[in-house]
């Protein structure tokens, strides 16, 4: 079992910056990929950017590439999303997920889920 616990969200204005954490614990969270998802109200849970277990490979989705860069520090186990420039439509609940194996932007390949840090961007 690995538990997620996401931290860092906020109300930020328009072109601001937040970084969110996802801390981990449990079994050796080096070996497992890592994504964060986000979900607006009414939308569906979509796909921002994962990482994998060494960190060496990273996927963004189209709209957060050049603004948010993800990276993991297996020391501390915990993943970091920092996120600059941030847009009105950014504003959702986002959630770190882990997977044993390769990132993917599939969030049902995952098999933990945190509970959700919400992110507000005001215009």
């Known amino acids: 079992q690995v538990q997620l616990v996401e931290s860092g969200g906020g109300l930020v204005q328009a072109g601001g910056s937040l970084r969110l954490s996802c801390a981990a614990s449990?079994?050796?969270?080096?070996?497992?990929?890592t994504g964060w998802f986000r979900q607006a109200p009414g939308k569906e849970r979509e796909f921002v950017s994962a990482?994998?277990?060494?960190?060496?490979?990273?996927y963004y989705a189209d709209s957060v590439k050049g603004r948010f860069t993800i990276s993991r520090d297996n020391a501390k186990s915990t993943v970091y999303l920092q996120m600059n420039s941030l847009k009105p439509e950014d504003t959702a609940v986002y959630y770190c997920?882990?997977?044993?194996?390769?990132?993917?932007?599939?969030?049902?390949?995952?098999?933990?889920w945190g509970q959700g840090t919400q992110v507000t961007v005001s215009s």
């Open positions: 990482i994998s277990w060494g960190g060496g490979s990273t």
């Open positions: 449990g079994r050796t969270f080096s070996s497992y990929a």
């Open positions: 997920a882990a997977r044993y194996g390769y990132g993917s932007e599939n969030p049902r390949v995952y098999n933990y």
